[in-house]
């Protein structure tokens, strides 16, 4: 089965993680700081903290900004559970708003109408790897008091208008799981644009343990002493994985290369064949494409996705609208609640796309594809 994404991993990262486990440190070392610094740079942020999974980091993300009981975030339903689930986590209660039927990313204008005194965080995802309307979004959230959390699980090495994603939200979230843009086996960053709270996301990361000198409640206790003066959790990524995670950003960018090539292929190779739609782009935006999101119209997804799948090509569908999972269903979020994500997803199929892909895969895709919507 083909898959629909996959690792790009070669001797060069197997060789730094080699390195990482012949040395002294297998947590918190030297690749740790390393891996921050080149996320930093490669984000356009002001820092970045590393932790052990995309989810973690929408957890660290919202407990920074100090998220709970009567507050609320304005989010996609486009998206993986986690976007919403980490807030909700933390008492906090999410507002659903739908998203623009060209790219899928969250509507400013919906997220506008969803906006109340209680907003604490508007959270867009950068759906497929197309960056949200930042610009748009940050002015609604500053304009409420509210701060811009941008879900870029997909999107690393993309751009807005020339400017990095990292750079374009108050806080800004990455997954390395596998199928990702780059990966650490499980990983994930949280990078920012305002030092304080990118501070307090560190803090979260580690268990909120506060050793700076001029921080300490009881500074005089003695060298050894740390206090805590928030709870937080260990979501520590070690630095056997920093490592692989620094080799592997030396190559984001032809990742991101291969990625707009196999992506061009299926534009070219899709476009005149009814019943489809293909992925929108706006002008601006440079995204590393994570996804193929294809929209498959007149109701015939599910008999192309069976008809791929019987043919060994391991197609996907992302994402069901979070709020019909149960966990939200059962807290009375009622379907219809965003009509043009609920559209997009009875429509959307992802076709595999990874680097390592061939040319030769994507046209047998593409002509499984043909053949069976000329049948
Ligand atoms: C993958 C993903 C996550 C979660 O990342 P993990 O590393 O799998 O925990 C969060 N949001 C989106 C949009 C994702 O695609």
């Keep these: 089965m083909l898959p629909y994404g996959r690792q790009s991993v070669d ?37 970045a903290v590393s932790v052990t999974s995309g989810t973690a980091a929408l957890h660290v993300a919202y407990a920074a900004l100090g998220l709970g009981r009567g507050d609320e975030v304005v989010t996609t339903p486009l998206t993986f559970v986690a976007t919403a689930s980490c807030a909700a986590i933390l008492g906090a209660r999410v507002v659903f708003a739908d998203v623009s039927e060209d790219t899928g990313n969250l509507d400013p204008e919906a997220a506008a109408a969803a906006v109340t005194p209680r907003t604490r965080a508007i959270t867009g995802v950068d759906y497929a790897g197309h960056p949200i309307d930042a610009p748009a979004l940050l002015d609604l959230a500053h304009r409420h008091d509210a701060v811009l959390v941008e879900d870029a699980a997909h999107s690393i090495g993309g751009s807005l208008d020339g400017r990095p994603v990292g750079s374009l939200a108050d806080l800004t979230t990455f997954s390395f799981f596998p199928t990702k843009n780059l990966t650490t086996a499980e990983g994930g960053a949280v990078v920012g644009t305002d030092p304080e709270l990118v501070a307090r996301a560190r803090t979260f990361r580690t268990i909120g343990l506060v050793r700076d000198p001029d921080k300490l409640r009881y500074p005089d206790e003695g060298p050894w002493h740390q206090e805590v003066h928030e709870f937080g959790l260990n979501y520590r990524l070690p630095d056997l994985l920093c490592a692989l995670g620094s080799s592997q950003l030396q190559r984001l960018e032809r990742f991101k290369a291969r990625r707009d090539e196999i992506t061009a292929r299926y534009n070219a190779g899709l476009a005149d064949v009814e019943g489809l739609r293909l992925p929108g782009r706006r002008e601006g935006a440079d995204p590393t494409w994570h996804l193929y999101p294809l929209r498959v119209l007149e109701g015939r997804r599910r008999a192309l996705f069976d008809h791929l799948r019987a043919a060994g090509i391991g197609v996907q569908v992302n994402y069901i609208p979070v709020y019909w999972h149960p966990v939200f269903e059962d807290l009375g979020y009622q379907r219809g609640m965003c009509p043009v994500a609920e559209e997009y997803y009875s429509q959307e199929i992802s076709l595999p796309l990874f680097p390592d892909l061939t040319d030769g895969d994507v046209d047998r895709v593409v002509d499984t594809i043909r053949q069976f919507l000329r049948a």
């Design 11 to 47: 001797e060069s990262d197997i060789e730094a993680v080699a390195q990482v486990l012949r040395g002294d440190w297998l947590t918190t070392g030297p690749a740790v700081a390393q891996f921050e610094q080149d996320l930093t740079k490669v984000a356009g942020a002001v820092d």
